[in-house]
């Protein structure tokens, strides 16, 4: 099999014949609704030089994600927290501008996407108790709350809206880590935030990352404290639904939706991804164009 070359999957929760293909793509879902209020249809691609709203953006994927979108001629604005620390870490940069918001608060969003073509979602919180949910910011009210407020805040006309979730969304109550790793609501409150976002009628992008390497390493779990790298693994394996495991690199991920964003084909499609052995698409559009298409 080719990267980019297509596998038929009946059950979405299967990718049968894939493997550990790289470059596999399932066959396609169901695409969401369309544009919401029965409004004339919104391009869905997002264009270099218009803005795209990025929420996590002190985050692991959210650093990397505003780092390319901007290496790609995007204007950028990162919904932030905290923009002292924000700026620490990002720069201060011409096509970047920060906005304060918390997304568990709906009056701080309507302000922050005011006028953004696009909005890349990244946030997250532990899975397990943890002083990151001080203040109530549990996976209930990141995951599910705070993205359903996001994607309420969206603007008339937005391009498109990518959600970062989490494999395991689907597979949470089957005997499996995931299971485990729900014990707290965290993949069933990111189904829900999903949920939310298919059902707003808003172009969308889903991914559903296996477990998280590459730094910046700024969340709590375990790969984090081994600092786990891709290493050799360059590669990308994609397929829709929630049927693949293992582990995904931050910047494959970073690079695979600052893509999403740009082409036709990814909106209403929800893929799952994890790193694999081999050169991968690097920062080749091309190849991410083929590796995220579907008929
Ligand atoms: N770690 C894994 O192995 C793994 C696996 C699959 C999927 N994922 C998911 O992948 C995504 C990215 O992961 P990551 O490791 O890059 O995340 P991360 O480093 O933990 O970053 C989380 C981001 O969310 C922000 N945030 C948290 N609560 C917020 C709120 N109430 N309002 C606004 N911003 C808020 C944080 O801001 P502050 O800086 O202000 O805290 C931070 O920027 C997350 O959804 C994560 O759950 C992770």
């Not at 204007?75 to 700026?87: C, F, G, Y």
């Not at 009056?107 to 996407?113: P, Q, Y």
């Not at 485990?180 to 609501?185: A, D, K």
Request: proline share 6%.
């Amino acid at each position: 099999m080719e990267p980019g070359e297509r596998v038929e999957s009946g059950d979405p929760t299967v990718c049968q014949g894939l493997g550990m293909r790289r470059g596999a793509v399932a066959a396609s879902r169901p695409r969401g609704p369309g544009p919401r209020g029965g409004r004339a249809a919104a391009k869905a691609t997002v264009r270099p030089g218009e803005t795209v709203l990025v929420a996590g953006a002190t985050g692991g994927v959210g650093q990397l994600l505003a780092a390319k979108l901007l290496q790609k001629g995007f204007r950028v604005r990162a919904l932030v927290r905290d923009p002292a620390k924000a700026e620490t870490l990002l720069g201060a940069q011409p096509a970047l501008e920060f906005v304060q918001g918390d997304l568990r608060s709906p009056a701080d969003l309507a302000r922050a996407t005011a006028g953004v073509e696009g909005i890349c979602c990244t946030t997250g919180t532990t899975a397990f108790p943890s002083a990151r949910w001080k203040g109530n910011n549990t996976p209930e009210m990141t995951d599910f709350v705070g993205v359903k407020n996001l994607v309420n805040a969206a603007p008339a006309g937005l391009s498109r809206f990518v959600l970062v979730s989490s494999v395991g969304v689907e597979r949470y109550e089957q005997p499996s880590p995931y299971m485990i790793l729900n014990l707290f609501g965290v993949l069933e409150n990111k189904k829900k935030g999903e949920d939310a976002l298919v059902a707003s009628g808003v172009p969308y992008t889903i991914f559903r990352p296996g477990r998280l390497t590459d730094g910046p390493y700024t969340s709590y779990d375990l790969n984090t404290l081994l600092q786990g790298i891709a290493g050799e693994r360059q590669d990308v394996t994609v397929a829709l639904g929630d049927c693949l495991d293992g582990e995904m690199s931050r910047i494959a991920l970073a690079e695979g939706v600052a893509n999403a964003i740009q082409f036709e084909h990814t909106s209403g499609q929800t893929y799952c991804c994890m790193s694999v052995d081999g050169d991968g698409p690097g920062e080749d559009a091309e190849k991410w164009s083929a590796m995220l298409m579907v008929e």
